[in-house]
């Protein structure tokens, strides 16, 4: 019987670890359907495949058991992330500067690890604090004094930023007590080395070089950074299998001439590699192009010939048994998808153009065309989803570029050599200023990205259909056409049902930012209401983002406190969502935001205190000498948006209070001592809290006499 996939261990494996932590990220939040289905769905075709006496089912039992261990590794790594929890504890803290923000131009974001308070507690993991003092180095000691909080890297929405610097805990820091000097760690002192030559040699592209070379976008401007990202170059910034390759490259090319093993010539290179891994931060994507290059010296040594997909299996596979939660980070994903096209569309078409070109320079020139565009197909629709955009004129930039940043690359590392070495940079500062005038350019063009709303699914259907157009599958050919028609089917039912809004239900969504939280509100009838300052971007676009998921036919704004609205999101409001009235819910005032109104002839109505408004949804202005709180009812549905003076506010509240959801800037002791439900922005010790930083955003909905919460 021919077989119909070309069975790959490494590779279903690799697939039944990522099911086992996708299933793990979704028990978390009560959806257990997700494993049940993998679970049941594994076990029907290994016992398809033991009737059918065919081995491969040996293989996919191999699949099952990593899914547990998916599952089981994504337990113990997400009890040791939330481990040595801090809650609102004022604490004098003495830490060792490991980072800054920018490098310490202009900023005031500051990191700290070996962490140790004035009780004698050590904290596991960084603190993120902001102190206004210019000069603070990387190595000092410093001592500080503010209110610590706990940071949790997965949540509703897996923050990958923190998972990749080790960030555990914030500090709002009230007061330095001392500083005294430190020394630098080696990579440290690396990065210092390599960011203090760049700038001084390199005025205009000094930042570039740097991120370069150390995958570390700090010392990029912004709008630098914004046109390498429009123009689908930003990837070379972002320290890769690129880098890692022109590394090997380098080091490569002077171990060949004393012709070595292959296990040997393994072994030594991987000495420069794994540093260069350890100044980047071990990064996961510089991990997985190691790991790759070992297999690829291992496959020459053991077997004759390297497979580049079993080689990415092995590099996914080991990196997730290490770091579970690395599955969720974006560098990651786009890295693995980029590779995975590499190995399957870029295989095919090599195939082809092996058949039908003689010409060796045409080969090159097609196959570095098929590269960049595989990679751009691998990766659309993750582009899509996590940004809302791709690019397109990468695609044909890249062949363009590669070459010039792969010189910069390699003068760069030359111009880092003392004396008359340095003055190489020169010639990299020119080169750079080519490649950021062609991303500018590029990133000017009104078709150089492309838009679209698209479901997360839509990425799993691509790697199918990568898996088929590469050749795995073996089909006739209408099966071939079959399939593609499918996967063709497939992707544009993705595209259209993120187009569809759904029809709204009566729940609340809340969400927090770095301001007030902001709660949206819809009905069954499609009635929409927004309650906030409108202060917070984080907030509002998180809530605009939500009711952009709905039919809704009218939307209410209701402004809490009129002087810290931000008239760029009241805009945004304003121009995307059907907005037929504004309230102004307390005493305050702004001209801006009136004349704002006036422009869009939306009047702009100021609630009594105490006073009712509203349909579908009702919104209660609660004073207690001013105002303390937003009563929200709808349809049932009944939860306080506190604001401003809190003080006694359930005293003011003549609902059956056992019946609210309350949703504040902090949870209070009284509210959990009455049994009440709080939504917080951080967590704290209090029965009946959650808090956003570890829960991420709130989705309230009632279902007969109970209130549901789900985070998400």
Request: charged share 15%.
């Amino acid at each position: 019987m021919r077989r119909i996939v070309n069975f790959r261990a490494p590779l279903f494996c690799a697939i039944g670890l990522v099911l086992g932590i996708l299933s793990f990220y979704e028990f978390l939040f009560g959806n257990f359907w997700f494993g049940i289905v993998g679970v049941a769905i594994i076990v029907c075709i290994a016992l398809f495949l033991f009737l059918s006496k065919s081995k491969v089912w040996l293989g996919v039992i191999a699949v099952l058991l990593f899914f547990i261990l998916g599952c089981g590794l994504s337990q113990l790594n997400y009890a040791f992330l939330n481990r040595n929890e801090a809650n609102c504890s004022v604490v004098t803290v003495t830490g060792r500067v490991c980072d800054l923000g920018r490098n310490g131009g202009g900023s005031n974001v500051v990191y700290l690890e070996n962490c140790i308070d004035n009780n004698g507690v050590k904290y596991y993991g960084r603190i993120q604090t902001y102190i206004f003092v210019d000069d603070v180095n990387v190595g000092e000691i410093l001592t500080v004094c503010g209110t610590l909080n706990s940071v949790y890297p997965v949540k509703s929405k897996v923050d990958g930023f923190y998972l990749r610097n080790k960030i555990r805990y914030r500090l709002d820091t009230e007061s330095i007590l001392s500083r005294t000097d430190g020394c630098l760690s080696p990579d440290e002192t690396v990065r210092k080395y390599i960011y203090d030559i760049t700038a001084e040699y390199m005025p205009n592209n000094g930042g570039v070089l740097y991120a370069l070379l150390t995958g570390d976008r700090n010392a990029l401007s912004d709008d630098k950074e914004n046109a390498f990202k429009s123009a689908g170059i930003i990837h070379t910034l972002a320290v890769s299998g690129l880098h890692v390759g022109f590394v090997t490259a380098m080091f490569c090319g002077l171990l060949k001439r004393f012709k070595l093993r292959p296990v040997a010539e393994c072994a030594i290179l991987l000495v420069p590699l794994i540093f260069y891994a350890y100044f980047c931060n071990f990064t996961p994507s510089v991990i997985r192009a190691i790991i790759m290059t070992a297999c690829s010296y291992l496959a020459k040594a053991f077997y004759g010939r390297y497979d580049m997909l079993n080689s990415l299996s092995w590099a996914v596979i080991i990196i997730l048994l290490f770091a579970p939660f690395n599955l969720f980070d974006v560098g990651f994903q786009l890295s693995v998808l980029s590779v995975f096209g590499i190995a399957t569309l870029h295989a095919a078409f090599n195939r082809a153009i092996s058949k039908r070109i003689n010409s060796r320079i045409f080969k090159r020139l097609l196959s570095s065309v098929a590269v960049s565009f595989s990679c751009s197909v691998a990766t659309f629709f993750a582009m899509q989803f996590y940004f809302g955009y791709a690019p397109v004129v990468g695609v044909l930039l890249n062949i363009v570029i590669i070459p010039f940043v792969t010189l910069a690359f390699v003068l760069g590392w030359f111009g880092l050599i003392p004396w008359i070495f340095r003055y190489i940079l020169i010639a990299a500062d020119w080169i750079l200023e080519t490649v950021s005038a062609a991303a500018e350019l590029a990133s000017g063009l009104s078709f150089a990205t492309a838009a679209i709303p698209v479901l997360s699914l839509a990425i799993a259907v691509v790697a199918v259909w990568l898996f088929i157009a590469g050749g795995y599958v073996n089909l006739r050919k209408v099966g071939r056409i079959a399939a593609h028609s499918l996967c063709a089917a497939a992707l544009a039912l993705c595209v259209c049902m993120s187009f569809v809004q759904s029809a709204p239900k009566s729940q609340a969504y809340v969400s927090y930012g770095y301001g007030s939280p902001v709660c949206a509100v819809t009905s069954a009838n499609g009635q929409a209401a927004i309650i906030g300052d409108f202060s917070d971007k984080t907030s509002y676009m998180q809530s605009a983002k939500y009711l952009g998921k709905y039919k809704v036919t009218s939307c209410v704004l209701y402004l809490t406190d009129c002087n810290k609205a931000q008239t760029e999101l009241l805009t945004d409001a304003l121009t995307l969502l059907p907005i037929k009235k504004v309230y102004k819910m307390d005493a305050s005032f702004s001209g801006a935001v009136e004349e704002l109104l006036k422009e869009y002839n939306i009047q702009l109505v100021t609630m009594l205190p105490n006073s009712t408004v509203g349909e579908d949804i009702k919104i209660t202005s609660v004073y207690n000498g001013s105002l303390a709180a937003a009563l929200v009812d709808a349809d049932g549905l009944t939860l306080a948006v506190l604001y401003g003076n809190k003080n006694n506010v359930l005293d003011f509240l003549s609902l059956d209070i056992a019946s609210h959801i309350y949703v504040t800037d902090t949870a209070y002791k009284e509210f959990a001592d009455k049994g009440l439900v709080t939504l917080s922005r951080y967590q704290l010790p209090f029965a009946y809290n959650y808090g956003a930083n570890k829960y991420g955003t709130f989705t309230i909905s009632k279902k007969g006499d109970k209130i549901n919460i789900k985070f998400r």
